[in-house]
């Protein structure tokens, strides 16, 4: 996953990004309810990459560590915040080794993330240890319509792995949510989920092709390189016939959803 990373960086936070008022709202879900309850709160996102959840809240002055095992992405994310990261940190880690104290921090966010954790128990145990008692957990993703050209590009697609032999596996992004969600029960903590934003994008058949061309998707890392590349070349072909203009744009109806979690305050 992280050579991967490194080398669509760039493209990875041109094609994946929130609208400028899309993002404040984030932020400010994010930020307000551990502002109510600290003085002077800081901010772990684990996973951060280039910056579309952390940009925003440290140009608004809050304390915030972002912290990813790729460093192509965060030098990305460096170059976004030169002018505004004085109370930022970048840090280079393993999300399942954190490097801070037990009870240290009193946010921590992890924002489509779980899924490309092979060990994501630990990673939630580390999220654990390091909150302070009344401290936030929050988990954060897109969901979009099942109904946009894009979705319509990325069936093709799977329909042409499975004439060359190969079944593409997707859903794992919502199953590890459901599976996270579990834990969080057994903790004992008391998720709770809702919708903070919600947008439309414009997206051509072109930038589509592209986001597959470049793995940007988890669920495309698994499929072997000898079948990847006559698919997608058949994918294009499919476009080119299929859309007289490869430019024009169709829109994607997107929401950001946000599971909050709170560790309890000590008695007394």
């Given amino acids: 996953m992280t050579s991967h990373f490194s080398r669509v960086a760039f493209t990875y936070d041109r094609t994946r990004y929130h609208p400028p008022e899309v993002s ?9 309810p ?8 800081v901010f772990l996102e684990i996973g951060a990459g280039t910056g579309r959840i952390a940009v925003p809240i440290i140009a608004r002055g809050y304390r915030y560590i972002a912290l990813d095992n790729n460093p192509a992405m965060l ?14 940190r970048l840090v280079e880690a393993d999300a399942c080794e954190l490097p801070f104290e037990r009870g240290s921090l009193h946010a921590v966010i992890a924002v489509h993330f779980w899924h490309l954790v ?30 946009s050209e894009d979705w319509r590009i990325q069936q093709k697609w799977k329909e042409i792995l ?41 997206r051509s ?32 072909q499919w476009i080119a016939q299929t859309y007289p203009d490869p430019d024009m744009e169709y829109p ?17």
């Fill in 205 to 236: 058949p072109r930038v589509s092709l592209e986001m597959l061309t470049e793995r940007i998707y988890s669920f495309t890392w698994e499929v072997p390189e000898e079948v990847f590349r006559p698919s997608i070349a058949e994918l294009a």
């Fill in 24 to 32: 404040g709202r984030i932020a400010t879900a994010l930020t307000a």
């Fill in 252 to 268: 994607i109806h997107w929401k950001f959803m946000l599971r909050s979690s709170r560790l309890p305050q000590p008695l007394g």
């Fill in 162 to 202: 499975s004439r060359q032999g190969y079944t593409l596996v997707r859903g794992r992004h919502q199953a590890r949510l459901a599976e996270v969600e579990k834990a969080l029960i057994r903790y004992r903590l008391e998720p709770k989920t809702r919708m903070v934003a919600d947008w439309i994008e414009l």
């Fill in 34 to 41: 551990v502002e109510k309850q600290f003085r002077d709160p």
């Fill in 118 to 147: 092979d060990n994501w128990h630990q990673a939630l145990r580390e999220s654990l240890r390091v909150l302070r008692p009344g401290g936030f957990l929050f988990e954060g993703w897109e969901q979009s319509d099942e109904e």
């Fill in 75 to 88: 030098e990305v994310l460096r170059q976004k915040v030169a002018g505004v990261a004085r109370k930022a």
